[in-house]
Every structure is written in C-alpha cells, then in structure tokens.
C-alpha cells in the first residue's frame, strides 16, 4: 500500500481517534487518566495538530474498542512527510486552547482564528502566498480543528468583542465575508460563545492597544495573550492582568450587546449581498463585442465585366 502524506492524514488520524473516544463514551479527560497524558496531548492530536506517538496509539487501540484500527493506520501514515511546525511561543497558544476553561478576545482587522470559517481561513492563507496548495490545505485544517474546543462542548465559554473593522474588511471576496457573518450568528446562538462588536464610530470607546485575549485555565490561573509581528507574547503578572481586566470588562460593558451586534453583523451581511447583485447586474449590463459574420476569412468580390 502506497504510503499517505501527513499532510491530510494527522488530522484524519484525529477524527478517528475522537470519533472511538466519543463511541466508548469517554471524555478528553478520561482517556488521557488512562493513557496517562495531559488532557491537551489528547486535544491537540484530535485537533491535527500534533503527531502521535508509537505508544500513545498503541495505547489509545487498547483502552479503546478499535481492534487494532489506531495503530495499523497509525503504521501506514509516513510521518515523516513535511507538516506544518508552529513557533514553540504559538504552540503553547493551542495548548492553553486546548484545556482552557474561558478565553475572553478583542480582536481588531481580521476575524479571530478560533470564528473564521473555512472559506475564510483559505482565503486569509492564500492571499499574496507563493505556499504549497497543499500545505496550505493542511494549515486550514490544523486552524479549524483548534476550534473544536468550543464548538464540541458548552464547558469553555468564549467571549469575542470584534473591532468593526472584522466585519467590514473583505477577505477572499463579498461571499466569502457573507458567508462568514452567516457563520458569527450561528456559533453566536451557542450557549457558550458571545459575540459583540465595537462600532467605528463610537470613538469614546477605550480599546486595547492591539488584538490581545484573557485564557483562564482550569486551576484558575489566567495568562494574557497578544502578538506583535513574528511572535507572541504571555504575561501572567497580576497587576498587568488586572488591568487589561478592567478594561476588557469596560469595553464589554459600553459596546452594543450580542443581540444588538447580531444586528450589526446583519447589516454588513445585507451590505456583501447588495454588492455582489450589483456585481452580477453589472456583468449583465456590460456591452457585449460585436461579433464578425462566420468564421471564415473574408475576400474581395471579383465584379464581372459587363
């Protein structure tokens, strides 16, 4: 048998790894008691995002009823294959991801990774890149699947305050943005997720500086995040927290609620829809070129000589 890239096949080999925990009726937590391992290494192999070990497969086949499944796939995958290494600095991002019990996000520019659709997150990738289509592919699926965490379960509470400017930038095309406020409603009906947007021209409102969020782990500990350019940056000191607190807590307290943002992120939903029938309406409008009688070169007629 002809030996599978791991481009597509970690995050295949996830799917069905979850898909056995969820028939044996376990949690994360409760196959990870078994394993032993931490609770993230359980989520991030789920998620395609880290390559499983020889003995956490083997035992994943016997705490699980696979018969086997796990490890003669997990023989086939050439591991070996080109995949996508995050900087050590995001890698622990996706571990706070993955156990964490509340993420609370400002985000300005682009839609948060853990709300973009599928569309989106390709556009957003392929834009002005010379990547590999398939490795590209591959990093879509790796930022979807870190999204189960609060799209397979009502235990991590995510909170989104989006600048604006995430629903009136055009990313990929006006269908794709329609597309991605269709999906901000829908997840924005979850009893565990919210969505509100700051308004541009509510300049009395005091944001934070840049796109940061608030992680708080299930110890209760809580860790501030933000990037600059090439990297991120963690801070857990108390009085830097305490302040990006209050004014995260400031922010959602004066910016419209989810239920008048949902109103917000239909009226730029109503705004791509008119754009794109203007768009086709223009298509039709546009003056055709005339076109030439036959196919055949055309030749002077000799006149007879009367």
Known sequence: ME????LTNAFVFGMLLKHFREAAGL???????????????????????????????????????????????????D???????????????????????????????????????????????????????????Y???????????????????????????????VVGSSAVMHRQCAHLLSVGQRPNIRIQVAPSHMGHLVRPRTSMCIIKLPDGHEWAYSESVNRGHF?????????????????????????????LIREAMEGFRQHDKAMAQEQLQRPRPKRLRGNRPRHPRRRRRS
């Not at 156990?99 to 400002?106: D, P, Q, T």
């Open 3 to 6: 030996r599978r890239s791991a």
């Open 27 to 77: 949690r994360q937590e409760d196959l990870a008691l078994g394993v032993p391992c931490d609770r993230s290494l359980i989520a991030r192999v789920e998620a395609g995002t880290r390559t499983p070990r020889e003995n956490l497969v083997k035992r994943c086949d016997d705490l699980l009823p696979t018969e086997g499944a796990l490890y003669r796939l997990w023989v086939e995958i």
């Open 79 to 137: 591991w070996t294959s080109q995949e996508v290494e995050y900087p050590d600095w995001f890698n622990r991002r996706v571990e706070m991801e993955a156990e964490a019990v509340s993420l609370r996000a400002y985000q300005t520019q682009v839609m948060p990774g853990l709300l973009q659709t599928e569309e989106y997150v390709h556009a957003l990738f392929s834009r002005g890149s010379k990547e590999d289509p398939a490795l590209t592919d």
């Open 139 to 169: 990093r879509v699926r790796v930022r979807l699947g870190r999204q189960r965490r609060f799209l397979d379960a009502e235990d991590a509470l995510l909170v989104a305050v989006l600048d604006e400017s995430c629903i009136r930038n």
């Open 235 to 263: 801070c857990d000191e108390p009085d830097v927290l305490a302040q990006l607190s209050r004014t995260y807590d400031v922010l959602r307290a004066d910016v419209p609620s989810a239920e008048e943002s949902a109103e």
